[in-house]
């Protein structure tokens, strides 16, 4: 989905029939790079590793459409030993002179990061992660409401989750509405607000829930105990004290949509 709505903010259409997927991580020195036999590097957290056709893959500032199915492409899934989100089929993508042209480049250099719909999907996947806690929640409500007994140090702790999950979709729903409102605004600033107060809802949950729920349900309820892997590996993509230091940044220059 994401593949797609850039493609067609940047006026393309995707190839008929072809599974597509974005990958642009550059973690610890990895990433693609554009050289003068093709497109090399290695690229990590690359989801749909094994199953997709083609992707959009950043090299440098420029973003590629690739055609994953040729030889120079070597897919790696062994290499994700996370527990938590083990179901996205990520692993890292090997690129060793991969064909590549003009008609491959994707917008302008440094059309990917710029764009409008780049902060608008930061956004989307703040409000992902939200869908993580919710999921927690649930799971807890679920527990609770099977008991006889609840005490009131559960009932804080799930007051304060309640809380800190709809404050942050209060948030992004206000996102939303002035994402809606003006899709050209400049929302970079508020966009990350709402991916700050999301990771920090988030670690509230997985502080909370279970000192709610005790062992037992981590134990033996594996969808709970998934819950809780999945998010704590996903929410990482927020890049915690650094994110803050730059949003606190682009506050004081009184930068975009507060």
């Not at 590549?100 to 409000?127: K, T």
């Not at 999945?230 to 650094?242: C, G, N, P």
Request: hydrophobic share 45%.
């Amino acid at each position: 989905m994401d593949a797609v709505a850039i493609l067609a903010e940047a006026g393309r259409a995707p190839v008929p029939d072809a599974l597509y997927g974005v990958w642009a991580a550059k973690s610890e020195g990895t990433g693609a790079t554009l050289t003068d036999k093709g497109l090399g590097g290695t690229v990590r957290f690359c989801s749909g590793l094994t199953v997709l056709d083609r992707a959009l893959v950043a090299a440098g500032d420029v973003l590629l459409e690739v055609d994953l199915r040729q030889t120079a492409v070597r897919r790696r899934p062994l290499v994700w030993q996370a527990i938590g989100m083990d179901a996205s089929d990520s692993g890292d993508a090997v690129f060793d002179g991969a064909g590549v042209d003009e008609g491959s480049i994707v917008g302008e250099p440094g059309w990917y990061v710029s764009r409008p719909g780049f902060a608008h999907g930061g956004a989307g996947v703040a409000a992902v992660w939200l869908g993580g806690c919710a999921g927690i929640l649930d799971s807890v409500l679920a527990h609770l409401r099977a008991r006889d007994n609840v005490d009131e140090h559960q009932l804080a702790h799930l007051g304060a989750v309640q809380t800190s999950i709809r404050a942050s979709e209060a948030l992004l729903l206000r996102c939303a509405s002035v994402i809606d409102e003006a899709p050209r605004a400049d929302v970079a600033v508020l966009v990350d607000t709402c991916r700050a107060a999301v990771e920090r809802t988030a670690c509230e949950v997985l502080e909370r829930a279970p000192k709610i729920t005790g062992p037992s349900l981590m134990c033996r309820d594996r969808d709970f105990a998934r819950r809780l892997a999945d998010l704590q590996v996903y929410i990482r993509q927020h890049h915690a004290e650094r994110a803050l230091a730059a949003l606190g940044t682009r506050v004081l220059a009184g930068e975009g949509i507060r």
